[in-house]
């Protein structure tokens, strides 16, 4: 027993790094093989309507390729601007800091030296929000290796369940746990691509309605880190409010700071749960230890996937009785009490 656990370990860590060296060449199959279980309705839908499976292959291919294409120039184009006024914009909030300090000091409050300065580095904010966002524009501008992936993988779509029920000892069976993850994955992305679609139009109009700089990267921005579960909202949220209070003054640095608080409550308290009907199946901790995980070894790209990466691993452990327990382990605590009383 202990030492087919050290042997399971030791082959987990040499797969964790292998994902790591490769990821320029992961992270673009990942995001094609996710594409196409979001393609995989439309698809279905026009099949059923017969429409030829050329046809409406090419059909959904010259979508993505559009979607793909304006995502990946909008993005570029807007953190090239972004990047050229950086350095001006890092002077004036580092003036802002040092009125906030002189503003105390008249109050009698003395801070040493430059202590805000030194300790909210607003450089290290803003480089950050540029090489994330910086980070995306290079992942959706490999639009090449994504949708050559995507195509071969819609092609083959159709023999999929024959492969499944052809390899398995119980066919059914296994047809139907690799039917369960497709629409368990397919329900989630379709959901969390409606939400942040919404959330980055709204987070669009509001920077737009108060005359904050570059509010299309903003709103790109939220779209791509509502995707991110627990901090993406906050790490969106950061770089603009800083703008804003660099443009503006803090009035406006509070104007922004709540309208992103209110779409935030609004779409992800409100609509995404009436939307996905019941939770993710995930634990809170797992939902944030995934995150960091991803993250760690695909980018920014993992941590958008990070949810449904994981799912996909409690589903498919779910299905095996050897696995079963670390299933248990991952989900939720009120999923758990059901399945022990079960």
């Known amino acids: 027993m202990g030492q087919k656990l050290l042997v399971g370990i030791a082959a987990s860590i040499v797969i964790i790094a292998g994902l790591k060296a490769a990821a320029g060449l992961v992270v673009p199959f990942l995001l094609a093989i996710f594409i196409a ?198 790490i969106a949220a950061i770089p603009a409010v800083l703008l804003a209070l660099i443009q503006a003054g803090f009035g406006d640095a509070v104007l922004v700071a709540g309208g992103y608080l209110a779409i935030n409550v609004m779409i992800g308290s409100i609509l995404e749960p009436s939307l996905m009907g019941r939770k993710l199946g995930l634990s809170t901790l797992v939902v944030f230890l995934s995150l960091v995980f991803w993250g760690w070894v695909l980018g920014p790209v993992g941590m958008i996937l990070s949810v449904p990466l994981t799912m996909t691993l409690k589903l498919a452990m779910e299905s095996n009785p050897k696995t079963r327990a670390i299933s248990i382990m991952l989900g939720a605590a009120n999923e758990s009490s059901i399945e022990a009383k079960g």
């Open 37 to 234: 279980i979001l393609c995989a309705p439309p698809l279905a839908w026009m099949q059923k309507y017969r429409v030829p499976s050329l046809v409406s292959i090419l059909l959904i291919m010259s979508a993505v390729i559009v979607v793909l294409l304006i995502m990946a120039s909008m993005l570029n184009t807007s953190v090239s601007g972004f990047s050229e006024q950086l350095p001006e914009y890092q002077e004036k909030l580092q003036q802002r800091l040092a009125g906030v300090e002189q503003l105390l000091s008249g109050y009698g409050i003395a801070l040493p030296g430059n202590f805000l300065t030194e300790a909210f580095d607003p450089n290290v904010v803003m480089r950050v929000a540029k090489n994330t966002l910086a980070g995306f524009g290079g992942i959706l501008s490999n639009t090449f290796l994504i949708v050559f992936t995507l195509l071969f993988i819609l092609l083959e779509a159709s023999s999929f369940p024959l492969k499944i029920q052809q390899i398995a000892k119980s066919p059914e069976e296994r047809a139907g746990q690799a039917r369960k993850i497709i629409e368990s994955i397919n329900r989630y992305m379709a959901i969390k691509v409606i939400t942040s679609f919404i959330t980055g139009l709204l987070v669009w109009f509001w920077l737009w309605v108060l005359g904050v700089d570059f509010p299309v990267l903003w709103g790109l921005s939220a779209f791509l880190l509502n995707f991110v579960p627990t901090i993406g909202s906050i």
